[in-house]
């Protein structure tokens, strides 16, 4: 018998999510669960496919949109796909401290552009614990947002 290591090239390694860093252990996933409950009052939801809300399948709705998580302020929740990584949730626990911070009304008058420079400089404070891949994949995302409100880009 004879190994094609070319056939694996693009296959994920197991336990490995998005951009290739580690998925989380279950119990990370519920410390960060119990950590949005206690310090936010926010739920997260582990969405798997043919997860059921307002009529439709979250699940393919976020593959469908390339979402990997979203937060929802009216509902207090933070959605994100099964196998999720450590840059996915911290992106979304940001939204939901801004939230808790500033409050729901104040939160949902902001634009989209404020909202994620928020969390933009959240996750740059804590670069450290990022790849290279999620650094530039952040800052990808940022100036997408920023050139949609007529804003230059950041380095």
């Given at each position: 018998?004879?190994?094609?290591s070319?056939?694996?090239?693009?296959?994920?390694?197991?336990?490995?999510g998005?951009?290739?860093?580690?998925?989380?252990?279950?119990?990370?996933?519920?410390?960060?669960?119990?950590?949005?409950?206690?310090?936010?009052?926010?739920?997260?939801?582990?969405?798997?496919?043919?997860?059921?809300?307002?009529?439709?399948?979250?699940?393919?709705?976020?593959?469908?949109?390339?979402?990997?998580?979203?937060?929802?302020?009216?509902?207090?929740?933070?959605?994100?796909?099964?196998?999720?990584?450590?840059?996915?949730?911290?992106?979304?626990?940001?939204?939901?401290?801004?939230?808790?911070?500033?409050?729901?009304?104040?939160?949902?008058?902001?634009?989209?552009?404020?909202k994620?420079?928020?969390?933009?400089?959240?996750?740059?404070?804590?670069?450290?614990?990022?790849?290279?891949?999620?650094?530039?994949?952040?800052?990808?995302?940022?100036?997408?947002?920023?050139?949609?409100?007529?804003?230059?880009?950041?380095?």
């Open positions: 018998m004879r190994y094609h070319r056939k694996w090239i693009n296959v994920p390694k197991s336990r490995t998005y951009l290739g860093s580690k998925k989380l252990e279950r119990r990370q996933q519920k410390s960060w669960a119990n950590r949005l409950l206690s310090s936010y009052g926010v739920e997260l939801v582990i969405v798997t496919p043919g997860f059921m809300i307002w009529g439709m399948d979250l699940h393919q709705f976020m593959v469908d949109n390339l979402k990997r998580a979203a937060f929802n302020s009216g509902s207090r929740t933070v959605y994100v796909l099964k196998g999720f990584t450590y840059f996915e949730i911290a992106h979304e626990v940001y939204h939901a401290r801004h939230w808790h911070q500033i409050g729901e009304e104040h939160y949902s008058s902001l634009t989209d552009l404020e994620e420079t928020y969390v933009y400089d959240a996750l740059m404070e804590k670069a450290h614990k990022l790849t290279a891949a999620e650094i530039a994949d952040a800052t990808s995302y940022i100036n997408r947002v920023r050139k949609l409100h007529g804003h230059p880009p950041l380095p």
